[in-house]
């Protein structure tokens, strides 16, 4: 087995495991569909961004909320080390 490959099902467990605590939030919270098929739609297309290696789009700066600034820090601490 390659790195490649052990890489790419890391990547698709950890993806698996996202959906699924996202999913599961929402199913305790009693989240309305909309907000469920928003960000449904935004982790597909971050998975299909993943897999093709394509730079992510922006539609401009926004500010993420402080928990998932603090989220996006680990993503950073982990390209620096």
Same mark, same amino acid.
């Given at each position: 087995?390659?790195?490649?490959?052990?890489? @790419?099902? #890391?990547?698709?467990?950890?993806?698996?495991?996202?959906?699924?605590?996202?999913?599961?939030?929402?199913?305790?919270?009693?989240?309305?569909?909309?907000?469920?098929?928003?960000?449904?739609?935004?982790?597909?297309? #971050?998975?299909?961004?993943?897999?093709?290696?394509?730079?992510?789009? @922006?539609?401009?700066?926004?500010?993420?909320?402080?928990?998932?600034?603090?989220?996006?820090?680990?993503?950073?601490?982990?390209?620096?080390?």
């Amino acid at each position: 087995m390659s790195c490649n490959q052990t890489e @790419s099902g #890391a990547l698709t467990a950890l993806f698996r495991e996202v959906v699924l605590v996202l999913g599961g939030v929402f199913a305790v919270r009693a989240t309305d569909d909309e907000t469920v098929r928003q960000v449904a739609a935004g982790l597909e297309r #971050a998975w299909r961004r993943a897999q093709s290696k394509a730079r992510p789009t @922006s539609d401009g700066p926004t500010v993420p909320h402080p928990a998932i600034a603090a989220l996006l820090r680990l993503t950073t601490e982990e390209d620096q080390a």
